[in-house]
């Protein structure tokens, strides 16, 4: 049995200088038994105040803490790196791109429940963690009570991230019967998704196939102006070629 890890990691920022400064992650080993690893590191990096506002530490939070590279999370991720194993983020990217700023070569099999869920959930508003926990129902008010839920604080988001996968895993079940679920997900992971709707701008909620009939310059200004994330500047440029 595949060793499965669900794991999240908030920074000073998102920009190439920043940082992880928590992690949490939940550890199926190959007995079906889980671990959990949780907590704050230190870096030398400042937090920036928008991330301060968007998960809520501090800097006094992290003075004195083991860096990451020390931390019992960091070895046993190091330990389990092999392409049989499965990594499983939501936009797992981002966070392997902070793991390699700390050294981390990833082997693992790849898990995105981001792209996963725009794969199998293309008419959601959102596929935000956050949104998705809500439009999906994935955690009552008494279990968010009894959990201690906290969005965007790196253990709560994994056990979201967790229920987020068992929901997915239903609807894949129905959609590919036969076949193996989690290299299901993992090809899923690796395959560029044709956006259906906006999620921002003057356009949002609306179809993006409408809109390039409609207003192709807006659709060349985001191709050329904004950072995008993989799976827009893979629709972008299929409506502009």
């Known amino acids: 049995m595949a060793v499965c890890i669900f794991f999240d990691t908030?920074?000073?920022?998102?920009?190439?200088?920043?940082?992880?400064?928590?992690?949490?992650?939940?550890?199926?080993?190959?007995?079906?038994?889980?671990?959990?690893?949780?907590?704050?590191?230190?870096?030398?990096?400042?937090?920036?105040p928008e991330a301060i506002r968007f998960h809520n530490i501090t800097q006094d939070m992290i003075a004195g803490q083991l860096l990451l590279t020390q931390t019992d999370f960091y070895h046993k991720i190091n330990e389990l790196n092999s392409p049989e194993n499965y990594l499983i983020a939501h936009n797992i990217s981002f966070d392997l791109k902070m793991l390699a700023k700390e050294g981390f070569i990833n082997r693992y099999t790849r898990i995105d429940t981001l792209r996963c869920a725009r794969h199998l959930l293309p008419d959601i508003q959102s596929h935000g963690l956050q949104n998705l926990r809500n439009s999906l129902g994935l955690c009552s008010t008494e279990q968010e009570k009894s959990s201690g839920h906290k969005a965007h604080d790196a253990l709560s988001d994994v056990l979201i991230l967790k229920l987020l996968f068992a929901k997915l895993e239903e609807i894949a079940r129905d959609k590919y019967p036969q076949k193996d679920l989690l290299q299901t997900f993992a090809d899923l992971s690796a395959k560029p998704v044709l956006l259906k709707l906006f999620r921002f701008g003057k356009y949002k909620g609306r179809e993006i196939r409408k809109i390039a009939k409609e207003d192709i310059g807006?659709?060349?200004?985001?191709?050329?102006?904004?950072?995008?994330?993989?799976?827009?500047?893979?629709?972008?440029?299929?409506?502009?070629n």
Request: hydrophobic share 30%; with cysteine; aromatic share 14%.
């Open 218 to 240: 807006y659709l060349r200004w985001l191709y050329r102006t904004l950072e995008l994330d993989e799976d827009l500047n893979y629709t972008l440029n299929f409506y502009l």
């Open 10 to 48: 908030e920074t000073t920022g998102i920009a190439p200088e920043d940082r992880i400064i928590q992690y949490g992650a939940v550890i199926t080993e190959k007995n079906s038994e889980t671990k959990r690893y949780y907590g704050m590191c230190g870096c030398d990096v400042p937090i920036k």
